[in-house]
């Protein structure tokens, strides 16, 4: 079993003393194939009655906000299958940290998954950098005899050392055939885009003439133009101001949503970010939304266990019968009040066209 130890305390054990079985290079550790670190595992809805009731949504479906936690602990299992380390005793303690930096995408299926039937989870590692491990996880659910696909997820992690200080070198990969290499292939493709996307940030870069022109058209269609001072806002015909199609909340952290490591599971923050994605659309559109892809998932901060975390959801785009959510998770420190944005997810909906 991964987790949390049973017994929660403030204040962890010091593993100092396991630093000195991390690698320097990679040299020192064995290449591995994608097949070594494939992982496959079973949610059994069909027969624990319990687990069904925590999976359960009130319209008789799978929550995919539990799947969204099942998935993020699996793909940190997939790496520890990934990793072998020569320096490391039998029966010591495995001396690196391994976190969720980002998801990359999920894309969902039409398949519906039912609340009773079991789910099939699988992986493996698709990319490794010196510290960093790309993992693609499946879902399935088995239908009338066949394996039907619920989604797909890439999930990339970080290694660090046991102090959370510096990175850990994980083992590099050799593909083991062709279709390996594809894969490999993809992930190096992916990294490259990522890095283009962040050179292209906002906060970097001046928006382009197209981007210009859209915030100019969305501008001169909320004001009169009779007016010169530009300061009467009119609201077209068909639409809401943003402002008014927002949402948030504050939840408490406690123990049990912790990680290994004593700060908040990556796997919770993603649920509660789409549940009330979730609601924002409900409220939104008036009509039960269906989730289509989840994009750009950011974990830039820890989330301290016993924080109060703040989320605040936007809908910030729309097209005919689709709409994209933002959500930001925000940790605040009341005798500070400090805020700081631990995270960012990227929901798209869509409503049936009727």
């Not at 009655?49 to 999976?55: E, P, V």
């Not at 994605?277 to 009509?287: E, H, Q």
């Amino acid at each position: 079993m991964l987790g949390p130890n049973m017994s929660y305390s403030p204040i962890q054990k010091d593993k100092s003393h396991l630093l000195k079985y991390l690698p320097k290079s990679q040299d020192e550790m064995p290449p591995r194939s994608m097949e070594d670190s494939f992982l496959v595992g079973i949610i059994p809805l069909s027969k624990d009655k319990a687990l069904q009731d925590k999976y359960v949504t009130f319209l008789g479906h799978v929550r995919i906000g539990r799947l969204l936690e099942d998935m993020d602990i699996f793909a940190v299992m997939v790496c520890y299958k990934h990793i072998v380390n020569p320096k490391l005793p039998e029966n010591e303690t495995f001396p690196y940290n391994l976190v969720t930096v980002l998801v990359d995408r999920i894309d969902f299926t039409e398949y519906v998954p039912k609340s009773n039937e079991d789910i099939k989870i699988s992986g493996h590692v698709s990319w490794v950098g010196k510290s960093s491990m790309e993992v693609v996880v499946w879902l399935e659910q088995k239908q009338s005899g066949v394996w039907q696909r619920v989604t797909r997820a890439l999930f990339l992690l970080a290694a660090r050392d046991v102090n959370n200080v510096g990175a850990g070198i994980v083992n590099s990969i050799i593909p083991a055939n062709e279709r390996e290499k594809q894969i490999l292939a993809g992930g190096e493709t992916r990294k490259k885009r990522r890095q283009e996307l962040q050179k292209k940030n906002l906060a970097k870069v001046i928006p382009d003439a197209e981007e210009q022109k859209t915030v100019h058209d969305l501008f001169v269609r909320t004001v009169e133009s009779s007016d010169v001072s530009l300061r009467n806002r009119v609201l077209p015909a068909d639409c809401i101001w943003m402002s008014d199609a927002t949402i948030s909340n504050v939840i408490f952290s406690q123990p049990e949503d912790r990680n290994l490591h004593n700060t908040v599971f990556g796997g919770f923050m993603m649920r509660q970010a789409l549940e009330l994605s979730w609601v924002l659309g409900l409220k939104f559109s008036k009509l039960r939304p269906v989730l289509k892809s989840i994009s750009d998932i950011q974990f830039n901060k820890p989330v301290k266990v016993n924080s109060l975390i703040q989320m605040h959801g936007h809908v910030v785009y729309t097209n005919l019968n689709y709409f994209q959510i933002t959500t930001f998770t925000e940790t605040f420190n009341p005798i500070t009040g400090k805020i700081d944005t631990s995270n960012s997810f990227h929901f798209t909906y869509y409503v049936p066209e009727n």
